[in-house]
């Protein structure tokens, strides 16, 4: 395998608050590949005491419908994903952890997408007095269980938040599915 070549030219033929679209000519009279620039993120998997999941509803306008998602945010700049975890959890939530453990970064589309998505566990919840989840958010929880259930069917379907749960899995963070 040859080394790894880098752009010749890099050109931004799009920008929004959101994202970058990125052209990226590789070779001379070659078209540009195109790519989105976003800001690195992180999504929280954090079970109550009494193993529930915690999970927030949304209505999401790219695929028209309402999610179940773990709890996740943008890195602010200057953030560290620790520090997001916690500052996001207690946003959408309403729940502080004790502690949050960065289990670490991950690719989320390495064909177009050049941010990575950190994996987080929350321990030590509980519930603010008086704090409500964002506008826009229901926070839902499932027994640990249902939840795993969920993904089986379909209902918790984010296929990055999956990816989290599998990571925290693999690091002995989160229950095995069950079997049967």
Known sequence: MSQPKSPIRTDVVFRTPWLDVLAKTMDDGDEPYYSLRLSDYVAILAVTADQRVLCVRQYRPAVERYT????????????????TALRELLEETGYQAATVEVLGPMLPDTG???NRIW????DGLQRV?????????EVVSFP???FMSAIVDGRFDHALHVAVILMAQLRGKFPTAPRG
């Open 144 to 146: 640990v269980p249902e």
């Open 112 to 114: 177009r997408l050049g």
């Open 119 to 122: 994996a987080c566990v929350a």
């Open 68 to 83: 179940l998602e773990l709890p996740s945010g943008l890195i602010d700049p200057g953030e560290s994903p620790g520090e």
């Open 129 to 137: 007095d008086g704090r409500e989840p964002e506008a826009g958010l």
